[in-house]
């Protein structure tokens, strides 16, 4: 493809010669036919033998550069990435329903999606414009999944819940009569599984970010724009606000609210309601700057201990 | 289905008018053709426009329920369960062995049994009645499955154990010739792995729960009526007796016994044996109340640091 | 296969006379037929009926040993594994590519390689040879396997990576262009999933083993002879060294790196570098000796508190 019509179709603002393009690569690999991008002065000496690049307007005029074909983007590192999409630079790429897929007769699928070999599409399913749904997933029945979402690898939609009642001394399963509900954008990280709600829909709103092996159980309700890490596991009916960040390994117990905007650190057990906007950490979740001023006080505990214990003594002979 | 039908066959009984079901639906759902529930006054305000209920025997009576065709239940939740499946609402429902699915002629499937797409059973397996195996489930050669089982999807039954042994400063792995063994009416949660032990078998009791992305390591031992909650890792060799329930996340160090009835916290590391009936958290596990004593303990530190601090330097001035 | 066959395979010195061995089994279920092992004298007891025995050199002499065909090796236990693939003793046993996998035509495959159904090959993917790719495996584009490796169920290997921009207060995808390159004789657990590098490689050294459900995030660099357990998360660009170990439900942060043959203790947070060599623990990772005795305080504090303020009150009044 020409730069120029990558400028076109990227709208960004060409300067230079026009060139053709055969992929994007990294500056380290980026040979004459390629499209790079460069985001800071220190690795302008690596240019020399990269066909074009997408650069800062305040990298525009440097001397190196100014001999190269070359696109002005404020976000080079996005463009690079919308201008590999455009020259077909894709994974695991399929288009339609592989035939190695299974998708039931009464599934509504929509314009564009593309769903991989061995991927199980239930009754009353209903996808979205232009969603991807990769090999091996599974999407259980009457969930409902928005335009433009990028389901991962063997992630599984839509399970039963889990949820026990005692009758007569034997565990009976409670029936999950509801479903999984995803809004548009949504991308879902390999191996993650979220269950369907006991009644209405387990929910992800548009935009949200979930990445690998994250456990959400029935009935959770996950805002628009959050980031999940992977391995975190959400307890029934848990509401995860708006614009939520929870790094990795993060668990929380059923009925919890995190509030729009908190940020929940690495491994923290979140075992009450989170305001909106706080980072909240702690082995036994709580604000951040008191989780961290217990961690440094029970690390100098060994030694004040025998200072306190030394002082006593003297003070009672 | 006609409700008197479903009294039937049920063995409920069945108070006012007969009426055609076409489906069980939540409260907030349901039609004149729906079935639903109510075990609380307050969700009373909401029933008028549904064709007939299942209520346990002292809302029976209630004025606004006089006037339904309804069923009287001890467990209404559990009934309604039982109503939804004689009434077809299954999900994911496939049956027999799907011409997608994988089974080695040698397996022994039982009657009734329904292996989704996808699935792999390997050499000599055995699976009994009535068992559903989800999509992509992947069980290993001679591994044993009861009657009544759920396996859900992407679940792996049976790989080999992770185990090692230096031989010459390479990594040798310990070759597992066990199974598993899977005892009647078990659930197993989707993306679960237990592993097949070194010689013997990994076994899970009947009527145990296994949520999602549970961790079984090789020759693990769980009994009857177990609750585990997602993301457990329970390592090599450990015993988990009758009616034991972990909650998410916990972790077993190899070789421990949790004895009978004992609740595990969130998270919690379990590094010795616990005894039967007690309740057990912590990041470095112990008795409950003594966790939850220095939880707080180490909350009040910083401050009593200060407070210790400064009367120590009063008193040596 | 005649006893006197397998010696000669395994190179081991065979006493006793010769019989015909059909596979091998565990003491307590081995019979005349059967191959079987044994390390130490209290299970000498059990080997009347077993067929022929492994045997360390130390117990070759035992008298009720004496009587059997054996073979005398200084490592029983892998011999005994040795033994059981020379005699064809395999679980989900399969050759080729079998027919229900899907395995791109511009993929290399190396000889001997065994792909499992449903497992999916990408583009350009390269596998060595003797490689094992077991059922539902997904490996994307490009990525290189090593020879004699063995990818377990439902594995997926070179899924994007987790990373996000906000452009216009919308989180934008970073694109990650990269590959997985694993070397030879690494086993990959199943569920596990290894994300593919935003430039260049995600690595993993020859001879390194992962357990189930490890979360392995893009331009991690991962070295030889490693040992990680199940549901271990590595974050993006951290530098695992040679040798190193980690036990189950350690969580690393981004970009720290673990220096050749640490240790790490089960559920450790590791926030920071860790030194070569050491043992590391914490929920908030430190040395080990540190770590412990920091727990050993804490258990300590709550009656230590108890103690201290009754002595300033005495002293205060």
Same mark, same amino acid.
């Given at each position: ?7 076109? %179709? ?17 500056? !380290? ?12 002065? =220190? ?12 650069? &800062?307007? %305040? ?38 329903? *592989? &035939? =190695? ?12 999606? @593309?769903?991989? &070999? ?14 991807? $749904? ?12 928005? @335009? ?13 819940? /889990? ?6 001394? +034997? ?7 509801? $479903? ?37 159980? *029935?009935?959770?309700?996950?805002? +628009? ?16 606000? %708006? ?27 979140? $075992?009450?309601?989170? &305001? ?7 082995? /036994?979740?709580?604000?951040? +700057? ?8 029970? +690390? ?5 201990? =025998? =200072?306190? !214990? ?8």
């Amino acid at each position: 493809m020409k730069l120029s019509k990558l400028a076109i %179709d990227l709208g960004l603002e060409h300067l230079g010669g026009d060139i053709s393009i055969s992929a994007v690569a990294p500056v !380290q690999e980026a040979g004459v036919e390629h499209l790079s991008f460069v985001t800071a002065k =220190k690795y302008l000496s690596k240019i020399e033998n990269i066909g074009a690049l997408i650069v &800062p307007p %305040d990298l525009a005029n440097e001397a190196v550069i100014e001999s190269k074909p070359r696109l002005l983007s404020t976000v080079p590192s996005l463009d690079v990435a919308r201008a590999a999409k455009l020259l077909g630079q894709e994974y695991l790429t399929f288009s339609g329903i *592989h &035939p =190695k897929a299974c998708v039931d007769q009464t599934a509504t699928i929509g314009d564009g999606v @593309a769903i991989g &070999p061995g991927a199980v599409i239930g009754a009353g399913v209903v996808v979205g414009d232009n969603t991807v $749904i990769q090999p091996g997933v599974v999407i259980y029945d009457r969930c409902e999944i928005g @335009a433009r979402c990028i389901i991962k690898a063997n992630a599984v939609i839509g399970g039963e819940g /889990f949820g026990y009642e005692l009758d007569n001394c +034997r565990l009976e399963s409670i029936t999950h009569f509801g $479903i999984v509900r995803i809004a548009d954008d949504v991308h879902i990280g390999s191996g993650t599984a979220i269950d369907r709600a006991r009644f209405g829909a387990t929910v992800v709103g548009s935009g949200t970010r979930i990445d690998n092996m994250v456990h959400i159980a *029935h009935n959770v309700q996950i805002g +628009r724009s959050c980031i999940i890490v992977a391995q975190v596991g959400i307890s029934g009916s848990c509401i995860i606000e %708006d614009g939520v960040v929870m790094a990795g390994q993060v668990g929380c117990v059923p009925h919890i609210t995190i509030g729009a905007g908190a940020r929940i650190g690495a491994s923290t057990g979140v $075992i009450s309601d989170v &305001p909106a906007g706080i980072t909240w950490t702690g082995w /036994f979740g709580q604000p951040h +700057r008191k989780a961290m001023a217990d961690v440094v006080a029970v +690390r100098k505990l060994p030694d004040f201990m =025998k =200072k306190v !214990q030394a002082f006593m003594k003297k003070f009672e002979e």
